[in-house]
């Protein structure tokens, strides 16, 4: 198995195994990209509605498909069905939470659970029938690449590559409407069709990847990857791109190490794979990350703990407590045994002449702008200017020496 | 200048308006009303705002001032009325207009720099493939050294101070190189120095012939910062230059026993 996902990964594993890491790649980027926009307009979960809202439509298309004479297993003609139901379901929300009391929320619940309840049912219907065994209607729950015919991988590119198109081309719109819908609308731009272009964009990913990563978890590829760029940027147009590249990595392997373990399904692959990095994000990110955080935490302590012993010398206190004792014994401000060293007086003889400036610098500028950047950590001359701060010792008089000293 | 008037109590419309001042005035709304379900929250509003100007929309909480700027900007739905902009219809005029919104009105966590949000101010302009030149940067820099920002131009917006924040909504507005300018309570909530700032940028934009247009809560400054006043309760109570139509009368009618008496008063002695 190994080899095959090494021969899968470096796409020599046949013509079609290749289409089908590079379509899974596309749809990838494409989810993450759109998705950005879901994430910052705050509508993930219309998405996870839209999703399930395909199934019903599957299911029609292939009763009609079969009826008409043709294969049922058509991908074009079932995609355009999930589109059909998943348009209606998205309608059905916008109307319940528009027309009635029901909250945004509570619409996504009820279609969600009846479109998907009404869809399971259907499916179990044509698994009874004779053109229905080997239809595989099931695959478009978890996704599944085995047996993918060539067309169906082409159309897949094709599709995630026009989805990229149009949200690179809707990029500003949509960044202002998730921004600020109301500067939008002054602007001119017509927000509910700016949305609703969001929404259909969303939608045409939901549909393209039903064959790849399956309905329940398209909501997944398209919000995990925005979410996890979020932690390595501060700018949108940062996210989106990063965005695209993780769903489009998450994809290929996803797609790739489900066709060399055929018995997988390729949908909770990719998801695995994009919680993965989600993970990874989570923790190490430089700005937003959990470590970086605590760490930033623990040198601000750090500080205060520093400030705090350098104070206490100052005014001939005893420090008691255990970390300040360490973090000044191992700068060589305090002896082991707590008696403070030469350099530990002269630091703490500035602090202390630092906290009278401080003192008078409150007491001439009344203008709480200044003297209330007071906090006890900010130094002086980060507020102040050089003249000034020698006014401040001015006024103080001459240095006095700190018991001991 | 129009002659200024009163609503009587029995709620007369406030007669400002004939053609001929709509089509002097920056903005020119007519029966204007809009509804919250079937309380109207604007009941039938017509006023002009003289070009090259600064005015002010002023009234108690809940008297539909920020409504009134919503619905000319075809933010909120408009139960009936028209709104024009220099004498034609809005809907044509939108590049020569800029709106800066209440602060609390995003979400300051947004992925964006204070230099992305300005240039969100010239994306009409770029239009959908427009790339963003040297000239586009330019300008977004130079607005953001006009509201005293130009420091703070790769910033997240979140780790700003409310002040700053609005400075760079003023910044965005800048961009647009509008003609006429729609604030929705530009001074609240900011410090002393962003009040200042803000004041002198709308000052300067006036001396260069823009209108200004600002829904505003503090009665103290109305007098010092504008030119132009139009006093509303839900309906319109009084329009017309500041010396005349803000007096103790009009406040009166306006905010009803919601001032004090002993307020109105040092209102009125700033007056003279």
């Given at each position: 198995m190994l080899d095959g996902l090494g021969e899968a990964l470096l796409l020599r594993a046949g013509y079609n195994a290749a289409l089908v890491g590079i379509g899974a790649a596309l749809l990838g980027f494409a989810a993450g990209a759109a998705g950005t926009f879901l994430f910052l307009r705050k509508r993930a979960l219309v998405s996870d509605a839209l999703a399930h809202a395909t199934l019903p439509g599957v299911g029609v298309a292939f009763i009609l498909l079969v009826a008409a004479g043709g294969d049922g297993r058509s991908l074009?003609?079932?995609?355009?069905?999930?589109?059909?139901?998943?348009?209606?379901?998205?309608?059905?929300?916008?109307w319940l939470a528009r027309?009635?009391?029901?909250?945004?929320d509570a619409a996504i619940g009820a279609v969600l659970s009846a479109f998907f309840g009404f869809g399971v049912v259907l499916l179990t219907h044509i698994q009874t029938l004779q053109a229905g065994r080997q239809a595989g209607l099931e695959s478009f729950l978890l996704g599944a690449t085995a047996g993918m015919l060539r067309q169906d991988a082409i159309v897949i590119a094709a599709g995630g590559a026009l989805a990229v198109l149009a949200t690179w081309l809707l990029r500003r719109p949509m960044t202002l409407?998730?921004?600020?819908?109301?500067?939008?609308?002054s602007s001119g731009l017509d927000v509910r069709r700016i949305d609703l272009a969001m929404m259909a964009l969303v939608m045409a990913i939901t549909v393209i990847g039903l064959k790849i990563v399956g309905l329940i978890l398209i909501v997944a590829l398209l919000i995990i990857p925005p979410v996890t760029a979020r932690f390595w940027t501060d700018r949108s147009g940062a996210v989106i791109w990063i965005a695209g590249g993780l769903g489009a990595v998450a994809g290929y392997l996803g797609a790739t190490i489900s066709a060399s373990a055929p018995a997988l399904p390729t949908g909770p692959i990719i998801v695995l794979v994009a919680a993965a990095l989600f993970a990874l994000s989570l923790i190490f990110a430089p700005a937003r990350g959990v470590a970086a955080a605590l760490l930033r935490h623990?040198?601000?302590?750090?500080?205060?703990h520093r400030r705090q012993g350098l104070l206490a010398i100052g005014h001939g206190e005893t420090i008691l407590e255990p970390f300040t004792l360490r973090l000044l014994t191992a700068e060589g401000l305090v002896r082991p045994d707590g008696v403070a060293t030469e350099a530990g007086r002269a630091q703490a003889a500035r602090i202390a002449r630092d906290e009278r400036r401080w003192a008078v610098a409150r007491e001439i500028h009344q203008d709480?702008?200044?003297?209330?950047r007071y906090d006890g950590l900010t130094p002086i001359d980060a507020v102040f200017t050089a003249d000034e701060i020698a006014e401040f010792d001015r006024r103080i008089g001459p240095p006095v020496a700190l018991g001991g000293a | 200048m129009p002659e200024i008037a009163l609503a009587a109590r029995d709620g007369h419309r406030v007669p400002p308006a004939d053609a001929d001042s709509a089509a002097r005035a920056a903005l020119s709304i007519r029966g204007l009303t809009v509804s919250y379900g079937e309380k109207p929250a604007v009941f039938s509003v017509d006023a002009d705002f003289p070009a090259a100007a600064m005015s002010a929309i002023v009234g108690p909480n809940g008297a539909g001032k920020s409504t009134m700027l919503k619905a000319v900007l075809g933010m909120v739905p408009r139960l009936s009325g028209t709104v024009s902009v220099f004498g034609a219809p809005i809907e044509g005029m939108r590049r020569r207009l800029a709106y800066v919104p209440q602060r609390a009105s995003v979400d300051w966590d947004f992925p964006a720099t204070v230099r992305d949000v300005v240039l969100m101010g010239l994306y009409p302009q770029l239009g959908l493939i427009g790339r963003i030149g040297g000239a586009h940067s330019a300008r977004a820099e130079a607005c953001l050294a006009r509201v005293g920002m130009a420091d703070f131009g790769h910033r997240q917006i979140g780790q700003l101070s409310g002040g700053q924040q609005q400075r760079v909504f003023l910044a965005r507005a800048l961009a647009q190189e509008a003609e006429l300018y729609l604030l929705d309570e530009p001074f609240a909530g900011v410090d002393a120095a962003t009040e200042r700032a803000i004041i002198e940028v709308l000052k300067d934009l006036r001396a260069a012939g823009k209108s200004v247009i600002a829904v505003h809560h503090d009665l103290a400054t109305v007098r010092s910062y504008f030119d132009h006043v139009f006093l509303i309760n839900v309906r319109p109570v009084a329009q017309g230059p500041v010396a005349t139509a803000f007096t103790s009368e009009t406040l009166h009618a306006t905010y009803g026993g919601r001032l004090a008496a002993t307020h109105l008063d040092e209102l009125a002695l700033a007056a003279i």
């Open positions: 074009t003609g079932l995609m355009l069905g999930a589109a059909v139901s998943a348009a209606l379901g998205l309608w059905v929300v916008e027309r009635t009391r029901l909250t945004e409407v998730a921004f600020d819908p109301g500067y939008a609308a623990r040198r601000f302590q750090a500080r205060v709480a702008a200044l003297s209330g | -």
